[in-house]
């Protein structure tokens, strides 16, 4: 069965301090892994995408890792600020009938930095 | 450009009536998504279109649920009747290549 695993569930850091969340996925066959940012009451921003042959990925402070052998993520945060706080949803394509729709979504990791 | 636009922010509505959510996609995309996120089952896709024809309806729950893409700047996603447990933010995304990209979503509570 395709699914996404995220860890921790909630996580609660200092501003300034780096953190790391995590993405265990089953899904076949692999397509791309994306990360987005979701701030309370907003839609999901993109931060990231990866395929297949792309290992790390960064987007300013944001850095995706993946490793397609183990089918593991993390997005690794630099710095954190309190702009930082929000869910952080991973979301795998399966390849089967077009990238577009088959999207197997995590159920997201909420990041809290304080000051 | 505006961004995905969406209306209205927020629905509430009783049970059994008819909620019509609207979509206007970013201009030149040629994919239009709707989805549904509650905290119990996260972010869900029900439907995606493609130059405004209906690719993939499987994740659509029921059919209570129908959507609709006229001409490239508007959709629709149609519930009737409404219930409860279709108390969701509703989002609609649109995309030109992989990155899609969100609108604000839309706030729907049936009592």
């Known amino acids: 069965k395709n699914q996404v695993e995220q860890s921790p569930q909630s996580l609660i850091i200092l501003e300034g301090k780096n953190c790391t969340l995590q993405?265990?996925?089953?899904?076949?066959?692999?397509?791309?892994l994306r990360w987005y940012k979701q701030d309370t009451g907003r839609g999901p921003v993109s931060l990231t995408i990866m395929t297949f042959s792309e290992n790390t990925k960064s987007n300013g402070r944001y850095t995706a890792t993946l490793d397609a052998d183990t089918k593991q993520s993390s997005l690794h945060i630099t710095a954190s600020q309190l702009s930082d706080s929000a869910s952080y949803i991973c979301?795998?394509?399966?390849?089967?009938?077009?990238?577009?729709?088959?999207?197997?979504f995590g159920k997201g990791t909420k990041l809290s930095v304080k000051p | 450009d505006a961004g995905v636009i969406q209306s209205p922010r927020h629905e509430v509505t009783e049970m059994g009536q008819e909620v019509t959510l609207r979509c206007k996609p970013i201009?030149?995309?040629?994919?239009l998504f709707w989805y549904r996120q509650t905290m119990m089952r996260g972010l869900e896709l029900l439907i995606y279109?493609?130059?405004?024809?209906?690719?993939?309806d499987s994740g659509m729950p029921e059919d209570r649920f129908s959507a609709k893409m006229p001409n490239a700047s508007f959709s629709t996603l149609k519930i009737q009747p409404s219930e409860p447990r279709d108390s969701a933010v509703y989002f609609c995304?649109?995309?030109?290549?992989?990155?899609?990209?969100f609108g604000p979503g839309t706030r729907l509570l049936v009592l």
């Open positions: 279109f493609n130059n405004n024809v209906p690719i993939d």
């Open positions: 995304a649109s995309s030109y290549g992989e990155t899609q990209y």
């Open positions: 201009s030149g995309h040629d994919y």
């Open positions: 993405c265990n996925y089953t899904v076949s066959p692999f397509s791309n």
């Open positions: 979301v795998v394509s399966a390849m089967y009938g077009g990238s577009q729709g088959n999207l197997i």
